[in-house]
């Protein structure tokens, strides 16, 4: 395969101004410090290079069975939409859009059609599963730059990988002392605008409020909320600080009365995440190495009531449910962003501005103190979030409960992605490749 590598620089304002940081004092890499964030307000630029399937690390020992089935899960929806629309209607690679790595609709045609041909005929061996995605698709490996205190940007193709989880939760139908925080419903004055709408470099940065006086004002804080409840439902009632865990996994399950009900994300208040780690270690109640999922609730439970609910409150983002009537597979995960369950260690939450849901995507994760040995396998881009920031940066879905809470909790580690696009798609980024370089 012809080699081609392109590097562009792509501006947005505000891309950084709401999703910097995570529960776990999630940062970029190189951006460490205050000042190195200032400096990279404006998006990063992007590189790629079209690679060979032998360039991904451990592609042969991998069990692309196990990738198949979520991805013709995704073929669902990408063929749902219209004929000729774009396959990821929010990407924003560049403020001239010189290429797109999610093409139309018709770009996935083909491997839709023969991955539904290949699960329908069964009995998929790993070599058949393997050949597929060698057959239908090719790998394209991103980068992007580090920026450290002091320096330049330098491109790499090391990213941030973290993991998420669904949780399940004890709850209750009526309020106790145990369960004292409401789920809250979506409140019918809160309005929810995506910029993207307006002006195409602003795609994916969204904004929430109420109308007041024929103006777009902040809704409420998370203390606000708390002490002035907007007139709205409540599905059920909860730990505090479980509530603030499911608010950050978006979605959950609720065992009320010996039976499980599931609660989706329906809408923010507008507010910024902050890290509910940063504020702890900012107060000396846990040093930066201590920060965990686990030691923040363990803090979180045995402090004062009171001093717990200031440090949750510090936290302005809000997050609002909605019970999950959709039918569901008990086997699978929650519904992603892409409105598919999700499948437990191979749904990957992405950037969608670089990335395409139901895009299988190639993961090579180094070791760490907490993984001895390196991670490497396929997943398919199936969900988004709010602190998924960049074209190599993704949050591995762990699957459901405990345990996997408690990997989750543990996942954050240097690793490189590489998108499986299309074959249609690859040639139109060879060719502007080969075009670029005759124009230089």
């Known amino acids: 395969m012809h080699l081609q590598t392109r590097i562009w620089q792509a501006v947005a304002a505000l891309a950084i101004l709401a999703f910097v940081v995570l529960l776990l004092i999630k940062m970029p890499l190189g951006t460490d410090d205050k000042d190195s964030v200032a400096r990279a307000v404006n998006l990063p630029p992007l590189g790629y290079e079209v690679v060979s399937f032998a360039a991904l690390p451990g592609w042969a020992v991998d069990d692309h069975r196990e990738a198949l089935e979520p991805f013709l899960r995704s073929c669902i929806a990408l ?42 005929r069964g009995n ?19 980068t992007q730059p580090v920026v450290e205190a002091d320096a330049d940007p330098v491109m790499t193709g090391d990213g941030l990988f973290t993991g998420y989880f669904e949780p399940i939760f004890p709850a209750s139908a009526t309020p106790t002392d145990e369960y004292s925080a409401p789920v809250l419903t979506r409140p019918g004055d809160l309005v929810t605008i ?46 505090p600080n479980d509530l603030l865990f499911l608010q950050i996994q978006g979605s959950g399950r609720l065992s009320i009365d010996g039976r499980d009900v599931h ?37 979180l439970e045995t402090a004062p009531p009171e001093t ?3 440090v949750r409150q510090v936290n302005e983002s809000y997050i609002f449910f909605r019970m999950v009537t959709e039918d569901k ?42 993984h001895p040995f390196p991670m490497r396998r396929l997943f398919i881009a199936q969900d988004t979030g709010g602190a998924i920031r960049g074209p190599v940066r993704g949050d591995l879905f762990i699957g459901s409960g405990r345990e996997a809470g408690g990997e989750a909790g543990l996942m ?24 670029a370089q005759a124009d230089a």
């Open 194 to 239: 995506d910029l993207g709408a307006f002006r195409s470099d602003l795609a994916g940065t969204r904004l929430a409020g109420r109308v007041q006086s024929g103006e777009l004002v902040p809704y409420d804080t998370h203390a606000q909320i708390m002490s002035d409840r907007p007139d709205t439902g409540i599905l059920a009632w909860m730990n």
């Open 263 to 299: 609660v989706g994300y329906d809408a923010p208040n507008g507010h910024p995440y902050t890290a509910i780690g940063r504020e702890l270690v900012r107060i000396g109640a846990l040093t930066l190495e201590e920060v965990s999922m686990q030691s923040i609730y363990e803090w």
């Open 124 to 142: 998929v061996t790993l070599d058949e599963a393997r050949a597929f995605f060698e057959q239908y698709f090719a790998p394209v490996h991103f």
């Open 308 to 310: 717990a609910a200031q």
């Open 79 to 120: 063929q749902a939409r219209p004929a000729g629309a774009s396959a990821n209607p929010v990407e924003y690679v560049a403020e001239d859009q010189p290429v797109s790595f999610g093409g139309t609709k018709a770009d996935w045609q083909p491997s839709c059609e023969a991955a539904l041909a290949l699960v329908q």
């Open 412 to 435: 954050r580690r240097t690793g490189r992605l590489y998108a499986l696009l299309p074959l249609s798609i690859i040639e139109r980024l060879e060719a502007d490749g080969t075009q």
């Open 329 to 370: 597979d008990p086997a699978l995960g929650p519904f992603g962003a892409q409105g598919i369950q999700l499948t437990a260690m191979r749904s990957l939450a992405v950037d969608r501005r670089y990335h395409t849901l139901g895009a299988p995507v190639w993961v090579d994760l180094d070791t760490d103190d907490n």
